[in-house]
């Protein structure tokens, strides 16, 4: 700064002259620079650097300081300081505010992973002991059970089965947060992929007098990905179709590549409000229906969904929806390489 005033005083005393007013107008711009740079302590230095040149410099030539030029030239450039030094100062202020609460967030995102894994695997055990004296019960391991207890049991076991999904959700979930998901990716045809998980959801269909249909390409789509995350990204995305669908539920799965594999999963259901579609991936939120029975769950499916589709390097997204009509969701995977197609045996998932 000291030097920049330095040079264009001493341009005065040339042929390249820079008449005062513009020249003072160079100070007030660069004690602004020296207070967006810098801030305003900064600045304010500049700026009585600055006239104290302009003070000086007459001297030079055999004359005197015009005072009101230098009152000006003053004024002008303390305006300047505080006017820049404090947003400056102000954007500083918002910087430190916004990283702490960054670090903060972090810290809470690791808290609430480390919570979910430890109450997960704290419950792990247990109810999977609840679940195998169930099972004993219900083949009569210990006898002939009462018939007024039959029903009893099935529910019982029904609600335990449906804690056992809900704490390998959250186990998965706190993987995922925490970094410690392993992703191995093997190259397989989605096509196998999308029909293994229409036939593992056929009995729950059944069950409910559902339709799940499938159309797959005649060739094969090739994706480099991991298997088990892409049957868990099916799986959630059929279950939640037929769950939201009410009675007689109908879901076609969809196969194609265009640029890269795709896999949609479409429903005749109830549709999402919109007021719900930018929160539906977040944890713990679901889209609940009070015309509908209570939906066992906490919400992490499509959530845990989302996030493996990204560890493959794919994505998950909501392609369209409609209230009263259904959704449509689209899973996006990267074609594999040429090159991967040529190292790697086919893989028959």
């Given amino acids: 700064m000291a030097a920049a005033i330095t040079l264009l005083q001493a341009l005065s005393s040339t042929p390249f002259a820079i008449p005062d007013v513009a020249r003072g107008t160079l100070y007030v711009l660069l004690v602004a620079v020296a207070a967006a ?18 003070a000086y410099a007459p001297y030079l030539a055999g004359g005197a300081p015009d005072g009101r030029s230098l009152f000006a030239l003053l004024f002008a450039c303390v305006v300047s300081a505080i006017a820049v030094g404090s ?15 960054r ?25 999977t ?44 979930s706190g993987r995922l947060e925490a970094g410690t998901v392993v992703t191995s990716r093997v190259r397989l045809d989605l096509r196998n992929a999308v029909q293994q998980a229409a036939e593992r959801a056929n009995p729950r269909a059944t069950l409910l007098d559902a339709r799940v249909n499938y159309q797959l390409p005649s060739d094969a789509v090739m994706v480099d990905a991991d298997p088990e995350h892409i049957a868990r990204i099916l799986d959630s995305l059929i279950d939640n179709a037929i769950t939201y669908s009410g009675r007689r539920a109908w879901v076609r799965i969809t196969a194609l590549e265009e640029g890269d ?21 977040d944890h713990f939120v679901r889209a609940d229906d009070p015309d509908l029975t209570p939906v066992p769950g906490a919400g992490l499916g499509l959530a845990i969904s989302r996030d493996l589709a990204e560890q493959m390097g794919g994505s998950l ?15 996006r995977l990267p074609v594999a390489s040429v090159d991967q197609l040529r190292a790697q045996p086919a893989n028959a998932v």
């Fill in 37 to 54: 740079t810098d801030g305003l302590r900064a600045a304010l230095v500049s700026g009585l650097v600055a006239v104290a040149f302009a």
């Fill in 87 to 101: 947003l400056r100062e102000r954007v500083d202020g918002l910087a430190r505010a916004l990283e702490s609460d």
């Fill in 103 to 127: 670090q903060e967030l972090q810290e809470s995102v690791r808290m609430r992973a480390q919570f979910m894994n430890a109450a997960a695997h704290e419950l792990r055990t247990p109810i």
């Fill in 129 to 172: 002991v609840v679940t195998g004296y169930l099972s004993m019960l219900q083949q009569g391991s210990f006898g002939p059970a009462p018939q007024r207890w039959t029903g009893v049991i099935d529910i019982v076991t029904r609600k335990a089965q449906e804690l056992g999904v809900l704490i390998e959700q959250m186990l998965i």
């Fill in 261 to 281: 594999a795709q896999v949609l999963v479409e429903d005749h259901g109830r549709g999402i409000p919109e007021e719900m579609r930018d929160r539906i991936f």
């Fill in 317 to 331: 997204m909501l392609a369209g929806s409609e209230v009263g009509t259904g959704s449509v969701f689209m899973l």
